[in-house]
């Protein structure tokens, strides 16, 4: 049975830094991750002081070269009716992205990967505590594959299904919900033109919008 120092559930931006970090200092790290490579993910709003964080990883010059579309500021409403635009030429990093996470995530697992640490894409990972960690259960296409860390690392998003198995309790949650559409439009608006994302108001609250496409 292979053995790691530690296991990181979840190979998003979280899990994918953690294990990047982890190796960096000599750990033997495993990383799973239950999504197949190249799964869509919404895009998001990359803010420019993200760059330090990207450039502390090592990353920032593949980031760079990706072709996330350019961002050059954000219009929010948040907490009043009255909309803040943050425009980034004010900020000292520079532009912001619209991160196309598919490629964001695939690049931070390949960087971790490269460190070493052994990454396991669309594979489900389910542990059971013993006496000096946790024996780990690796499951992918029907087939399981056993292995076991000293330290687990819950970095599985929002669910949080092993923190909670441990007996974590959310403290408070957000009374807002949420969802994402993407529509194919043939004519933008003008006041949708531009990189920026942008907020629209609707019956139920404020809808956030941003293009995908990079031809302007
Ligand atoms: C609609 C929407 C818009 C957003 N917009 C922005 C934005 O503009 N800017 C911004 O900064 N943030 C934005 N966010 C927030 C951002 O997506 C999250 O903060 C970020 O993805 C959290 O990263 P993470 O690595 O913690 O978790 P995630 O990215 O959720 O990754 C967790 C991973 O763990 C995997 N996983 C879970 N359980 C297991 C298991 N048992 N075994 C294996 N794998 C498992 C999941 O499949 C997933 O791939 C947005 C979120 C949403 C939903």
Not at 185 to 192: A, E, L, N, S, W
Request: one cysteine or more; proline letters at 5%.
């Amino acid at each position: 049975m292979v053995r790691y120092d530690v296991a990181i559930v979840g190979g998003g931006p979280a899990g994918s830094a953690t294990a990047i970090t982890l190796a960096r200092l000599g750990w033997r790290v495993l990383l799973a991750d239950s999504t197949a490579p190249g799964r869509f993910r919404v895009g998001e709003g990359f803010p420019p002081s993200a760059r330090s964080l990207l450039n502390d990883l090592g990353v920032l010059d593949g980031f760079l070269a990706a072709g996330h579309r350019r961002s050059y500021g954000n219009v929010s409403v948040w907490g009043s009716d009255e909309p803040h635009m943050d425009d980034f030429i004010f900020h000292t990093h520079g532009q912001g992205f619209q991160l196309d996470r598919a490629v964001f995530d695939s690049q931070l697992r390949a960087a971790a990967r490269q460190l070493g640490v052994s990454v396991h894409e669309s594979t489900r990972l389910s542990q059971t505590p013993d006496e000096d960690g946790f024996r780990l259960s690796l499951a992918r296409d029907g087939q399981e594959q056993p292995a076991h860390c000293r330290w687990l690392i819950d970095a599985g998003g929002r669910p949080a299904v092993f923190a909670r198995q441990q007996g974590a309790q959310r403290l408070s949650d957000d009374r807002w919900w949420r969802s994402t559409c993407c529509y194919t439009v043939r004519k933008v608006p003008t006041k949708m033109a531009g990189p920026w994302s942008r907020p629209s108001r609707t019956a139920g609250g404020t809808a956030y919008c941003c293009r995908r496409e990079n031809d302007w």
